[in-house]
């Protein structure tokens, strides 16, 4: 059987550690999807130089484990910028996330018929304003799926915070277990927490597929 009374006594820890990880969560969202948009234009942009950067950040951030990525931020740059853990984790958090978001939207775009972005042009739209209101708005469309399991992904690897005291679930799960070394169920109830923001996020995903399903 749990052991309820750690959660009761440590609920404001806990509940401080869930707010921290919401926190990152939707900056990490917001932030990924900008910067994971902005490199997939770059992959597949007629500037051979902007292809060379997207390719480069993509093979890059997505063969390094994110640990690395977020103790660069954290120690790497340490002599530079004083970086805390919420922010060099927050920000180690996006890049990773971008690099596979970029990915997915990438595919996207190349899935949008090409006769669309010529169609664009052809009626004096620019590159970007072709790109912007026309390509984009459908290939988002597409990838929404694969996008969505990249974001519940970023909420289970908000986690890595943990390691350069970001203060977020994974935090102060920790300290509890110092307090208390009852592994088993601490780390349950700091589960219990994450279930509570992956779920309704599985299940906006799943709709989604469906409803894409049914309209193609």
């Not at 700091?190 to 299940?203: D, R």
Request: hydrophobic letters at 55%; one cysteine or more.
């Amino acid at each position: 059987m749990l052991n309820f009374s750690i959660l009761t006594k440590y609920f404001d820890l806990y509940f401080q550690g869930f707010l921290t990880t919401i926190e990152v969560s939707i900056i990490g969202l917001i932030c990924s999807f900008i910067l994971g948009v902005i490199v997939a234009v770059m992959r597949i942009a007629p500037l051979r130089i902007l292809n060379w950067i997207g390719t480069c950040f993509v093979e890059f951030i997505r063969n390094i484990p994110l640990i690395l990525i977020v103790f660069f931020f954290y120690y790497g740059l340490s002599n530079y910028i004083n970086l805390s853990g919420f922010a060099a984790g927050t920000i180690g958090l996006t890049i990773y996330t971008a690099a596979f978001i970029a990915e997915a939207v990438r595919a996207g775009i190349q899935s949008v018929d090409k006769g669309q972005m010529e169609a664009a042009r052809s009626s004096g739209l620019t590159y970007i304003q072709a790109m912007k209101h026309i390509v984009l708005p459908q290939a988002i469309k597409i990838v929404i799926p694969p996008i969505g399991n990249q974001f519940i992904n970023l909420v289970k690897n908000s986690s890595i915070l943990g390691l350069v005291a970001g203060m977020e679930l994974m935090y102060f799960a920790d300290y509890v277990h110092e307090k208390t070394w009852i592994s088993f169920d601490t780390y349950i109830f700091a589960a219990l927490f994450y279930l509570v923001l992956t779920i309704p996020l599985s299940f906006f995903v799943n709709r989604s597929e469906k409803r894409l399903a049914r309209s193609y």
